[in-house]
């Protein structure tokens, strides 16, 4: 079982659609992450918030939008996708400050875009 | 440019065999190294970590690293493998400080032939 949870597991909609990923931990991170991960590829950073603010935006599209409404929540809201946004999104969430602490990943939620 | 290299694409092993994954790594200052494994439809599992100190680095399900400095390398290794460790395997390494990114590889699938 992994600390970080995730929901929905899989989702699958239309390219006017507006859907929300959403992701919870309570272990106490004051940092999480949310990543895109194409098949067989290595994730690729998105969001960073630290303390509940956004500190890294690795300039993603306004189709997606973060949030982070507590310390243990985590939410991406989707509007307006496009296929190439198909993929599996993964959160993670970590210690801030403490560079030699692994992040910790949940299972994703699958997104297909039709 | 800070990176890490996975220069094998797929690794094939007989169950019982030893075996290796191997990375590279170019970073400036003291590396944090990761390994992290990833099953089919789940997230990345965090594996084991090198922050200093003893160049050998022990981890979960019988794996083990060695950090090598001089040749700015961190492989993966376990003595006899198992057709259960069959999955993909990413290296990383952490920047911390302002910039608190994880870097990973690209990946190497490792496949256990029984």
């Known amino acids: 079982d992994t600390e970080v949870t995730q929901t929905p597991k899989h989702l699958v909609m239309g390219m006017t659609n507006k859907k929300s990923l959403k992701c919870e931990q309570h272990?106490?991170?004051?940092?999480m992450y949310w990543y895109k991960q194409k098949a067989k590829k290595p994730p690729e950073l998105m969001f960073v918030?630290?303390?509940?603010?956004?500190?890294i935006n690795e300039s993603v599209p306004s189709r997606f939008s973060p949030e982070c409404p507590n310390s243990s929540l985590l939410n991406l809201h989707l509007h307006a996708l496009q296929p190439e946004d198909s993929a599996l999104y993964l959160c993670?969430?970590?210690?801030?400050?403490?560079?030699?602490?692994?992040?910790?990943f949940g299972d994703g939620t699958r997104l297909s875009i039709l | 440019a800070q990176s890490v290299a996975q220069p094998e694409d797929q690794v094939n092993v007989a169950e019982g065999n030893p075996l290796t994954v191997k990375c590279t790594y170019s970073?400036?200052?003291?590396?944090?190294l990761f390994w992290y494994v990833q099953y089919p439809n789940r997230g990345l599992q965090f594996l084991l970590k090198?922050?200093?100190?003893?160049?050998l680095v022990k981890g979960s399900y019988g794996f083990e690293a060695e950090f090598n400095k001089s040749q700015t390398s961190f492989h993966l290794k376990k003595p006899s493998a198992l057709v259960s460790d069959s999955a993909l395997y990413f290296c990383?390494?952490?920047?911390?400080?302002?910039?608190?990114?994880?870097?990973f590889g690209k990946g190497t699938r490792l496949h256990i032939l029984p």
């Open positions: 272990m106490g991170h004051r940092a």
């Open positions: 090198y922050i200093t100190g003893d160049n």
């Open positions: 970073v400036s200052g003291n590396p944090y």
């Open positions: 990383a390494v952490r920047l911390g400080g302002r910039d608190d990114k994880i870097i």
């Open positions: 918030y630290s303390y509940e603010k956004l500190s």
């Open positions: 993670a969430s970590s210690q801030t400050g403490v560079s030699n602490q692994p992040q910790h």
